[in-house]
Structures are given as structure tokens and as C-alpha cells.
Antibody, heavy 114, light 109 residues
Framework: EVQLVESGGGLVQPGGSLRLSCAAS????????MTWVRQAPGKGLEWVAN????????HYADFVKGRFTISRDNAKNSLYLQMNSLRADDTAVYYC???????WGQGTLVTVSS | QAVVTQEPSLTVSPGGTVTLTCGSS?????????PYWFQQKPGQAPRTLIY???NKPSWTPARFSGSLLGGKAALTLSGAQPEDEAEYYC?????????FGGGTKLTVL
């Protein structure tokens, strides 16, 4: 059974940092591009970042460039999102996904507030 | 960054047919945008309905189909069921960055 389990969300102050993790199982993680998608409360889906199978190619949404870093550890079947300089409008549920295969995690909530 | 546009809301009768569209501010949507469609119900994670314009993951019911229509990506639902009431999002690839549309709230009534 395929599973994507996100962790690391929580409450952080504006300007702070968080590192999200996504543990993958049930499929050959190292063979796929992976993606982070977020959804602010009551709002639509937003693409955040993609990373290539071997981590050598990455793409970011303009609103996170220079603040967020996507990475992966294929030996640990894990995807990460390092989020720095967090702002109130980064408040959202963050999903780890391989959308072409319909692999989605349950999401982890990040709340940026003082 | 490109803007992807969807109808904010649509209504379909049970058993009826409806087409949702997905346009791009950069021009016509093509297969090179690898259009995706997602379904999301309240309180749930999204699910992938369509990828690469018209391909379906194994769970996607046959009544859903994807295509290119009039310069846009299109999602057609033929024979709507009450359980199809949901928010639908499209996603386009721009040779690196991806962009979601704002979503279409589909009501089956």
C-alpha cells in the first residue's frame, strides 16, 4: 500500500523556520519526481515546488523562491521542505504528492502567527 | 508567472453532462502543458482525476474524461452522480513551474 506521511507542521512566529518531512512507502520513491502543494484555509490549491528523482533539478513557485528549499533523501525514502522567513500568508496545509500516480499525503498544517 | 483560469462554479443535473475548462494567460493550452485535473471534497486531500491531458489513474470513474477544447484543457463529466459534487482544480506545467487554476465548485442538483 502506498503511503505518504507528512510531519513537521505547527505554529511558528513570522520570520521563523520550519522543516516539513514526508515519509514515503509502498512504491519506488527514488524513481519519481515529487511535489509539495499547499492550501490556505478556505482557499484553493497552490503548487509550491518539485524535485527530480535524483534531486539534481528543482523548481519553485515565485512566492517561495529564496525562502523555501525542497530536498530529498532517497536512502530514507523521504522528501523535505525547509521553510525560512515564514510569513502569515504561508499559513496552509502542506501536501506531499506524486500527482501523476495519485499519491497524496494527508497534509500537515503550518500556522504562521505571533 | 502565468495565470490559469477556471469557471468559479457550475451546476449539473443528476445524469447530465458538464464540461469544465482550464485556460492559460499565455495562450492556448496544449499537450505540452501536461494538463492535470484534481477532485477535492470538503475536509479531504485532493485526488488526481486526469493527468497528461486525458490519462486516468486507476480509480477515476469512466464518466470523467479529459481533452483539449478550443485552446483550453477540458474535463467532461458525462452522467453526473451526486458524489461528483466537489471542487475541481486544473494544473498546468510551464516547462518547470506548475500553476493551479482557482478551482471550479461543481454542484449536482
Amino acid at each position: 500500500e502506498v503511503q505518504l506521511v507528512e510531519s513537521g507542521g505547527g505554529l511558528v512566529q513570522p520570520g521563523g523556520s520550519l522543516r516539513l518531512s514526508c515519509a514515503a512507502s509502498g512504491f519506488t520513491f527514488s524513481s519519481y519526481w515529487m511535489t509539495w502543494v499547499r492550501q490556505a484555509p478556505g482557499k484553493g490549491l497552490e503548487w509550491v515546488a518539485n524535485i527530480k528523482e535524483d534531486g539534481t533539478d528543482k523548481h519553485y513557485a515565485d512566492f517561495v523562491k529564496g525562502r523555501f528549499t525542497i530536498s530529498r533523501d532517497n536512502a530514507k525514502n523521504s522528501l523535505y521542505l525547509q521553510m525560512n522567513s515564514l510569513r502569515a500568508d504561508d499559513t496552509a496545509v502542506y501536501y506531499c504528492t506524486r500527482p501523476k500516480s495519485d499519491y497524496w499525503g494527508q497534509g500537515t498544517l503550518v500556522t504562521v502567527s505571533s | 508567472q502565468a495565470v490559469v483560469t477556471q469557471e468559479p462554479s457550475l451546476t449539473v443535473s443528476p445524469g447530465g453532462t458538464v464540461t469544465l475548462t482550464c485556460g492559460s494567460s499565455t495562450g492556448a493550452v496544449t499537450s505540452g502543458h501536461y494538463p492535470y485535473w484534481f477532485q477535492q471534497k470538503p475536509g479531504q486531500a485532493p485526488r488526481t482525476l486526469i493527468y497528461d491531458t486525458s490519462n486516468k489513474p486507476s480509480w477515476t470513474p469512466a464518466r470523467f474524461s479529459g481533452s483539449l477544447l478550443g485552446g483550453k484543457a477540458a474535463l467532461t463529466l458525462s452522467g453526473a452522480q451526486p458524489e461528483d459534487e466537489a471542487e475541481y482544480y486544473c494544473l498546468l506545467s510551464y516547462s518547470g513551474p506548475w500553476v493551479f487554476g482557482g478551482g471550479t465548485k461543481l454542484t449536482v442538483l
